[in-house]
């Protein structure tokens, strides 16, 4: 089975795994049709799955005997370079996640005025009337 790398790419990723030297993940360039570089794999390796924009190649490794790098099966994850797709700090992620809170909060609470409940909390308090609870 093989998969492509995203168009930018240009790369071509195949599961071989009746390759008579061995199971691999094949890496062919789709611009010259030349065939760049094997990976082994592990026995019965016949998936793969790219995503395009990180350029990250997955290839099930199942629980088969020959199975050396995880025994009890993995999925194995092929990145172009350790750089290929810069991750997001915790920081940043934590103070989108704070705005994004205290966007709801506002959202929530700016309807029907501040602290006050809005219908569906008093339906849930027990009481379908409009006054307070």
């Known amino acids: 089975m093989a998969d492509r790398a995203g168009p930018s790419r240009n790369l071509y990723f195949l599961a071989a795994r009746n390759n008579p030297g061995g199971p691999v993940l094949g890496i062919i360039d789709g611009a010259t049709d030349t065939f760049l570089q094997s990976l082994p794999t592990v026995p019965n390796g016949h998936s793969v799955a790219v995503d395009p924009v990180s350029g990250e190649v997955f290839v099930p490794f199942g629980g088969v005997a020959g199975n050396t790098v995880c025994p009890n099966g993995c999925i194995a994850v092929f990145s172009p370079s350790a750089t290929s797709v810069p991750e997001p700090t915790s920081l940043s992620l934590m103070l989108a996640g704070f705005v994004g809170l205290v966007g709801l909060a506002k959202r929530?609470?700016?309807?029907s005025g501040a602290g006050?409940?809005?219908?569906?909390?008093?339906?849930l308090l027990g009481s379908d009337a409009a006054g307070p609870v």
């Open 108 to 111: 929530r609470y700016g309807r």
């Open 116 to 123: 006050s409940p809005t219908p569906l909390s008093r339906r």
